[in-house]
């Protein structure tokens, strides 16, 4: 069987955890392969509203098995408030959660590094979570980094020490003060809880599942516009949010990739500082925010919002090899009475285009839009057929312009809001 990918093709947030907990009962296997807490997966069911940082979001359903990827820094204080959060609903989480030995380790002194560094920009601060991710893929680069192997491993209380005293002198040298023993006692006594659960060898576990012919599902984390390489740099996140991350952060071979699911909401939204050409910073723009509750489910900061941005949509789906589109939050829209699509974007020199300028920053970005007529009215509780035919000429307009299927439209932020449509051909 082939692995599916499901990632996110614009700034994060756009709605991954509730697709993953709708997609899991096809899957056998649902796996974490980049990111970490910076991470805020939202799924709603049952009335309860619940957020996950680091475990796969198939964790819900009890017939799947989760696994967190070596691609994923793992914090060990925040993975035990987090299980400790599920225990209530009697999960079956240490039979069906297994953790890569390969992971990298966040330690209390990475959180301390990043607020240092994040300060010590300025003006020019990225927008970080202050979660620890950019300092411990620092780590893991420079060859230094601690892995979740190696709590298992005599010699780690020596090697944490080693990795304390290298971080104790960079903050030295920010003159930001910290105490370790003020964290060591909570630290090690979630190390001691991680070491209760699953350890594997994840490489090994995925392939053998796929010989057995097992099905699979991929969760990215944070969005393809965030990705080290093709995001809007130096503004993204640590790690490759893109298909190809899959493969490096699971030890999946490319050859093994089957569907690629890009999830995209109905308009977009950003949080923290980058270039954002759709930005609205009107009236429409705080009406978008308040229908959508757009504030971070991880930093709770309130999220930048705009228009469609197909050109930067376009990019996503090129560098990731999307398959099927999954639109998020259509029923946002609701609200307006027209709504307007960024087909290409004018540059400083009159030219146009609908590729993404290298120079996304700096470059003077106009938006060229085309407008269509909005639906105006509640989508809850609709289906397929019921769906108003302004919406239905929205969708058919992104697949023309995409050139990709539209195979699901989420309504609402429940599991039950969510319309499957036969897939088409665009």
Not at 89 to 103: H, Q, T
Not at 152 to 177: G, Q, T
């Amino acid at each position: 069987m082939k692995v599916d990918v499901l990632l996110g093709l614009q700034w994060g947030d756009e709605g991954k955890g509730k697709i993953v907990d709708v997609m899991a009962p096809r899957y056998d296997v649902v796996a974490r392969f980049q990111g970490g807490p910076n991470a805020g997966h939202t799924l709603e069911f049952d009335g309860i509203k619940h957020v996950l940082h680091q475990i796969p979001s198939g964790i819900f359903r009890p017939g799947t098995r989760n696994v967190i990827g070596n691609g994923v820094v793992l914090d060990p204080v925040v993975f035990k408030s987090e299980i400790e959060k599920l225990e209530k609903y009697n999960l079956d989480v240490r039979s069906n959660l297994f953790i890569s030995k390969k992971a990298t380790l966040i330690i209390p002194t990475h959180r301390l590094l990043d607020q240092a560094q994040e300060k010590a920009k300025g003006e020019n601060k990225i927008g970080s979570t202050l979660k620890g991710i950019g300092p411990s893929y620092q780590d893991k680069i420079g060859r230094q980094g601690l892995r979740v192997g190696d709590v298992l491993s005599s010699s780690f209380p020596e090697k944490l020490r080693k990795l304390v005293d290298h971080h104790a002198r960079i903050l030295k040298e920010h003159d930001f003060p910290f105490s370790w023993v003020e964290h060591e006692a909570g630290f090690m006594d979630a190390v001691s809880f991680l070491k209760q659960f699953s350890l594997i060898d994840s490489e090994y576990f995925l392939n053998s599942e796929i010989k057995k012919g097992s099905t699979i599902l991929a969760e990215g984390a944070q969005g393809s516009l965030l990705d080290i390489d093709f995001g809007s740099y130096p503004f993204v996140t640590s790690s490759n949010t893109v298909t190809a991350g899959a493969c490096t952060g699971l030890g999946v071979a490319p050859r093994h990739i089957g569907e690629v699911f890009g999830i995209f909401k109905a308009y977009s939204t950003r949080v923290g500082s980058g270039p954002f050409p759709t930005e609205l910073l009107d009236t429409d723009g705080e009406a978008m925010r308040k229908e959508g509750n757009e504030y971070g489910s991880t930093t709770g900061r309130p999220r930048r919002c705009g228009w469609i941005d197909l050109p930067s949509l376009k990019y996503s789906i090129m560098i990731n090899g999307v398959t099927q589109l999954l639109m998020m939050k259509a029923d946002v829209l609701s609200i307006f009475p027209s709504i307007k699509v960024c087909t290409r974007y004018r540059l400083a020199d009159g030219t146009e285009t609908d590729q993404l300028p290298y120079e996304l920053i700096h470059e003077n970005i106009t938006p060229v839009y085309d407008e269509l007529k909005g639906w105006n009215c509640s989508l809850k509780g609709l289906n397929e057929a019921q769906l108003p035919p302004a919406l239905n000429a929205y969708v058919e307009f992104l697949e023309r312009e995409l050139d990709v299927p539209i195979s699901l439209i989420s309504t609402g932020p429940d599991r039950s809001e969510t319309i499957h449509r036969f897939r088409r051909e665009a």
